[in-house]
């Protein structure tokens, strides 16, 4: 084996021990009783999971494990392949089991809402039964009582690592799996710790599930710079419709359903292509349009430096996510929607200007 994906014993607990005391003191007392005391819990990532909302999940369940309690992790939709990178992957259930829930947790999501069908279920169960959730989103607004919401935590995962750590669960544990399927989420949600989410508890974090056995390098180039061909070529595809606007700090570029057809290519190969928008160093705000049907457009927003806020753009048409990354569905032909995302995003730049 090599070095990276070993379990570093000492160092794992010299650092488990060192990171305790702040573990225990970001957990919310409440979140980390319920979670404790809970004996059959449903755990429910928001619908076309990405890595963190899958890790945070499956990690839960490994760490509640540890301690006696049955966990099914249920999702709306199936993971895409590029997060069988997370070992404990086979452990997702598209239903719910047939055993009712002593408590439920939403995770990487402010509403069930965003669980998809899996919310419907979640808001059919009986009021009494504790809803916890877990997340680090800055437009999460939830009223559940047993929310943690930490909008500086980089991923969810980071967040399900320090409950890990409250608990004195062993991160270390099935030969580095546990700490592979909670690394996945943290290299998501930050590139690799290149994002500017990261923050020194962050790369603790990570030098943790490291020692605790996770091959960072190896779960980074899966995620981040392993395609299939046909991905590269809807990628080679889109990128080429690249245009400009607002005197060029605003880049954008269209997926049309038949990029899809004539490349090969599956919708979830679309993933990336906005980062590389993001690239052009001229602009300030990357938009990925994408047409979903004849009237339904998805568009995902990055913005930097003097750019507008991304919640602010998709915050008109229902959207939400971070300052830098967010993301909307809006019911639009997807040329519609791109003529009014883009008047919104100079709209916002006016505003800006104008003080
Ligand atoms: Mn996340």
Redesign the pocket.
């Known amino acids: 084996m090599s070095e990276q994906g070993m379990v570093h014993a000492a160092e794992y607990v010299r650092r488990a021990d060192a990171l305790q005391t702040m573990a225990l003191a970001a957990v919310p007392a409440n979140v980390l009783e319920a979670l404790r005391v809970a004996k059959r819990l449903w755990v429910v990532p928001h619908e076309r999971p990405?890595a963190?909302?899958l890790g945070a999940a499956l990690g839960l369940k490994s760490i509640l494990g540890q301690f006696g309690a049955e966990v099914a992790v249920i999702s709306a939709d199936a993971p895409p392949a590029v997060y069988d990178v997370i070992p404990t992957i086979g452990d997702v259930s598209l239903e719910a089991p047939s055993w009712s829930p002593d408590a439920i947790v939403l995770v990487?999501c402010a509403d069930p809402k965003r669980a998809g069908r899996i919310g419907d279920l979640i808001n059919a169960l009986p009021a009494s039964t504790p809803r916890i959730l877990i997340d680090?989103?800055v437009s999460n607004d939830s009223t559940w009582p047993l929310a943690w919401v930490d909008a500086r935590a980089a991923?969810?995962c980071e967040m399900v690592s320090l409950i890990a750590l409250a608990l004195k669960a062993d991160l270390s544990a099935d030969q580095g799996r546990l700490a592979t399927t909670l690394a996945a989420?943290v290299i998501?949600?930050t590139a690799t710790f290149q994002h500017g989410n990261t923050t020194p508890r962050t790369l603790e974090v990570g030098g943790l599930l490291l020692a605790a056995g996770a091959p960072i390098s190896e779960i980074s180039r899966k995620i981040y710079r392993s395609k299939p061909l046909a991905q590269v070529q809807l990628h080679a595809r889109v990128l080429a419709s690249l245009k400009s606007t607002d005197g060029g700090r605003t880049v954008f570029a269209t997926m049309m359903l038949a990029d899809l057809t004539e490349t090969g290519a599956t919708l979830e190969m679309s993933e990336g292509i906005v980062d590389a928008l993001a690239q052009v160093s001229e602009a300030d705000v990357a938009i990925f349009f994408k047409e979903d049907g004849p009237t339904t457009a998805r568009i995902s927003v990055r913005t930097k430096g003097e750019g507008p806020d991304a919640t602010a753009v998709v915050g008109s048409f229902g959207g939400g996510g971070h300052a830098r990354a967010a993301g909307a569905t809006i019911e639009r032909p997807v040329n519609e929607a791109a003529t009014l995302v883009l008047a919104r995003v100079t709209e916002l730049r006016a505003h800006a200007v104008a003080g």
Do not use: P, Q, R
Request: charged letters at 35%.
């Open positions: 990405d963190d909302a990487d680090h989103h991923a969810t989420g998501m949600d």
